[in-house]
């Protein structure tokens, strides 16, 4: 991937409006009364974020003003103010913009981290302190998918009461939620064998050249035998190694739970999901040039990565023996594949989903359906989830509204994190291939 290019975000606020209705009100979704700052752009128009919510953002707004430091800013009123971003001193950078900057993952102490952790922040969200971002914007920042902020963008506002729903799905309501994943599924046990992921080359008829991916296959692997296959997507700003890191679960939680009876055995691809058509890769930024490179694996996966699978290993095919899930950007095209292919895919899996699915793949609610619903569709998100809010609830919320049966629960007390993804990964472990009929 070529070499980050610092982002430098100028975001003013509106301000007034006149009062004339935008695009945006026949899909459900108020005009933007406040900011100019397009966070997303589809056929209908320019999108923008306010009260964590989208707006659209009309021709008919009235040019901005600047705002200096005294007046109201409805982003979070920070030094360097009006910025979604989180306005730091020497701020505008949407990567954090601190002293010592120019660096995309922030630039702290420590730096060069593409999944966070330095001091100040690194989430490629937003997320630094003074809060404010779309998606949340409290302090800490986190892991390029991953987040782990304090403070705000709680799904529920109310973290000791965790919601749980197992829809109507005779097969479905089988499950017994477990909203936090036990210690010793997640960990490695002593004495068991696990198994280990293996890096294959594919050629991507999508992005015309050689793609990297992981393979685990399970112990005991045969020829002779047929397996299903789960697809497992990594968060923005990843690669096909980003859901192996031990904390994730990816190898532990499948493996354990299949000594215990509650699982099938199957292959997991852990593929990269930045796909960009004819392999024109951009600037890794939060705008839609980048976001178009996720976008477009769809194509990738059905037209490359599948055919190789099926033509490589001893692969069950059919929507029955398909799997698809993920964490954060990987949750979000999850449900979008999943709900778009829902005849190739029979299982889905969004661990804390970030924006994007409606509106935008899904231009707007009605379309977040489908006539041949999964055999299981699951979402889970932490209560505390700084990095992308209500989002994981409003895709709740929408499908329900068009009476698609799902799995919704919350992860009491987790934040856009590993707790988060280990809970709704065990849980979603135990619905796949018929596991629930066992």
């Not at 859901?243 to 990269?272: D, F, Q, Y």
């Not at 409606?358 to 700084?386: A, K, M, W, Y």
């Amino acid at each position: 991937m070529k070499k980050f290019s610092v982002l430098t975000i100028i975001t003013t606020v509106l301000a007034s409006r006149v009062s004339a209705d935008c695009f945006s009100v026949k899909l459900g979704y108020p005009c933007c009364q406040y900011t100019d700052e397009v966070v997303y752009v589809d056929d209908d128009g320019d999108w923008g974020v306010e009260n964590n919510d989208w707006c659209g953002i009309g021709e008919d707004l009235d040019k901005p003003e600047p705002v200096n430091n005294n007046n109201p800013n409805p982003w979070g009123g920070q030094q360097g103010g009006g910025n979604p971003w989180g306005g730091q001193q020497g701020g505008g950078n949407p990567w954090g913009g601190q002293q010592g900057g120019g660096n995309p993952w922030g630039g702290q102490q420590g730096g060069g981290n593409p999944w966070g952790g330095q001091q100040g922040g690194g989430n490629p969200w937003g997320g630094q302190q003074g809060g404010g971002y779309p998606w949340g914007g409290q302090q800490g920042g986190g892991m390029g998918g991953f987040g782990g902020g304090n403070s705000g963008g709680n799904t529920s506002g109310n973290s000791s009461s965790p919601e749980i729903s197992t829809g109507k799905s005779k097969y479905m309501s089988k499950l017994n939620i477990i909203n936090t994943c036990p210690s010793n599924i997640s960990s490695k046990q002593q004495g068991v064998n696990y198994p280990s992921a293996k890096k294959v080359t594919y050629h991507s008829k999508t992005t015309n050249n050689d793609r990297k991916m992981n393979v685990i296959l399970p112990i005991g692997y045969t020829e002779s035998k047929k397996y299903p296959v789960l697809y497992l997507l990594h968060g923005i700003m990843g690669n096909e190694d980003s859901m192996l890191s031990t904390n994730m679960g990816s190898i532990t939680i499948p493996t354990n739970l299949l000594r215990e009876g509650k699982a099938k055995e199957m292959i997991i691809v852990l593929p990269n999901e930045y796909a960009p058509e004819g392999g024109k890769e951009v600037p890794a930024g939060i705008n839609q040039a980048y976001f178009e490179g996720y976008d477009n694996f769809i194509n990738d996966l059905i037209g490359s990565i599948m055919p190789y699978m099926e033509k490589n290993y001893s692969v069950a095919t059919g929507r029955e023996n398909t799997a698809i899930a993920g964490f954060s950007m990987g949750g979000r095209n999850s449900l979008y594949i999943g709900y778009k292919r829902s005849d190739l895919f029979g299982y889905i899996g969004a661990f804390s989903p970030a924006p994007g699915v409606v509106p935008g793949l899904f231009r707007n609610e009605n379309q977040f359906r489908t006539d041949q619903p999964p055999i299981v569709s699951l979402i889970s998100c932490g209560t505390d989830d700084s990095v992308v809010g209500t989002n994981p609830k409003n895709y709740h919320n929408v499908l329900t509204k068009n009476n698609q049966d799902h799995i919704w629960f919350e992860v009491p007390g987790a934040d856009h994190d590993a707790k988060a993804v280990t809970a709704g990964y065990y849980n979603f472990i135990q619905t796949c291939f018929g596991a629930l009929d066992d």
